[in-house]
């Protein structure tokens, strides 16, 4: 792949890398508003926040390249039933090494693991809702020299047209059975 493409698709993915900037601030702030020791909140908050950037920004990549599509819910919760945990894993162990010393894993981590999972669907639909918000001002700005952006915002306009046809041929019927019981 080209430097060109690996730029483009860098660019492209500061909406989803931006969901896990915000989790780690609030992460970070909390520990702090807990009165944990500022190194201990900037800790706190990279290591949940590296994590998230990494899987997010792995995700637009997947939409960038076609793999999935744009704001659909079913495969950003795929993806976040296996990375949401795998995140929070990192997270802990950042967590315990900075508390203890050593890095070391949670009791149970299956346990723990499986709990992450099904939280996971909560954060699918917060993650694509933050991507597409922060998206839908961003993608529009870098759209002239970035074809993942393009592709993107052309297949958010598809399926905005799909959805209107859908909602005027359900008007249309609602009309059309209203003038016969009239």
Same mark, same amino acid.
């Given at each position: 792949m080209s430097t060109s493409k690996v730029r483009q698709l860098a660019e492209f993915s500061v909406p989803a890398g931006s969901v896990g900037v915000a989790a780690g601030l609030v992460a970070g702030g909390l520990?702090?508003?807990?009165?944990r020791p500022a190194g201990w909140a900037v800790v706190t908050g990279l290591g949940l926040a590296l994590p998230l950037v990494l899987l997010g920004a792995g $995700?637009?990549?997947?939409? !960038?390249?076609?793999? =999935?599509?744009?704001?659909?819910? !079913?495969? !950003? !919760?795929? $993806?976040?039933?296996? @990375?949401?945990? %795998?995140? %929070?894993?990192?997270?802990?162990?950042?967590? /315990?090494?900075t508390v203890t010393g050593t890095p070391g894993m949670p009791p149970e981590p299956l346990k723990f693991l499986a709990f992450r999972a099904l939280l996971s669907m909560g954060f699918a639909i917060g993650? %694509?809702? #933050?991507? /597409?918000?922060? @998206?839908?001002? $961003?993608?529009?700005?870098? =759209?002239?020299? &970035?074809? $993942?952006?393009h592709k993107t915002i052309e297949?958010?306009? &598809? %399926?905005? /047209?799909? #959805?209107?046809?859908r909602k005027d041929a359900v008007d249309r019927g609602r009309k059309k059975r209203k003038a016969r019981t009239a």
């Amino acid at each position: 792949m080209s430097t060109s493409k690996v730029r483009q698709l860098a660019e492209f993915s500061v909406p989803a890398g931006s969901v896990g900037v915000a989790a780690g601030l609030v992460a970070g702030g909390l520990a702090a508003f807990v009165g944990r020791p500022a190194g201990w909140a900037v800790v706190t908050g990279l290591g949940l926040a590296l994590p998230l950037v990494l899987l997010g920004a792995g $995700y637009a990549v997947l939409i !960038a390249l076609g793999k =999935i599509p744009a704001g659909v819910f !079913a495969p !950003a !919760a795929v $993806y976040w039933v296996i @990375g949401f945990p %795998l995140a %929070l894993l990192v997270h802990s162990v950042v967590t /315990e090494w900075t508390v203890t010393g050593t890095p070391g894993m949670p009791p149970e981590p299956l346990k723990f693991l499986a709990f992450r999972a099904l939280l996971s669907m909560g954060f699918a639909i917060g993650f %694509l809702w #933050m991507q /597409e918000q922060v @998206g839908r001002h $961003y993608w529009p700005r870098i =759209i002239d020299h &970035n074809q $993942y952006a393009h592709k993107t915002i052309e297949q958010y306009m &598809n %399926l905005a /047209e799909s #959805m209107q046809a859908r909602k005027d041929a359900v008007d249309r019927g609602r009309k059309k059975r209203k003038a016969r019981t009239a």
